[in-house]
């Protein structure tokens, strides 16, 4: 639920700045001209939509890959409160907070690097 209600903030947030680079593509009074204003308008409204996606796959992430899944998904890599990597089977699991706000820890094997679940921070 919080997962959605991210992915609407981010799609809001985003959709303003696609509204403002649209914008600047309306032909003013003298008509519709390639000029420096359209160029600006069209790379806002790719920006923002770049932007978007990428957010929305980032949190679709985080939803997806989460310590349970990980359980679910490599039930032999999880015993109790011992997980090992799915890849190479090492149980030296570091967990690194995540920056650009994004409240979550990445946890990794410190072996091989393969990341393994997402958690949110604080917990
Ligand atoms: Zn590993």
């Known amino acids: 639920m919080k997962y959605t209600l991210q992915k609407i903030g981010l799609v809001v947030f985003c959709?303003?700045?696609?509204?403002?680079?649209?914008?600047?593509?309306?032909?003013?009074?003298?008509?519709?001209?390639?000029?420096?204003?359209?160029?600006?308008?069209?790379?806002?409204?790719?920006?923002?939509?770049?932007?978007?996606?990428?957010?929305?796959?980032?949190?679709?992430?985080?939803?997806?890959?989460?310590?349970?899944?990980?359980?679910?998904?490599?039930?032999?890599?999880?015993?109790?409160?011992?997980v090992t990597c799915f890849s190479c089977g090492s149980p030296r699991i570091n967990a690194r907070g995540l920056m650009n706000h994004s409240y979550h820890r990445e946890h990794y094997c410190t072996q091989c690097g393969a990341t393994l679940y997402y958690s949110p921070e604080g917990k």
């Open 15 to 82: 959709s303003f700045f696609v509204l403002v680079g649209l914008a600047m593509l309306l032909p003013d009074k003298d008509g519709f001209e390639w000029g420096q204003s359209a160029f600006m308008g069209m790379a806002f409204v790719a920006m923002a939509a770049f932007t978007m996606v990428r957010g929305v796959m980032r949190i679709n992430k985080f939803q997806k890959k989460t310590y349970l899944w990980y359980k679910a998904s490599y039930p032999l890599n999880v015993d109790g409160n011992r």
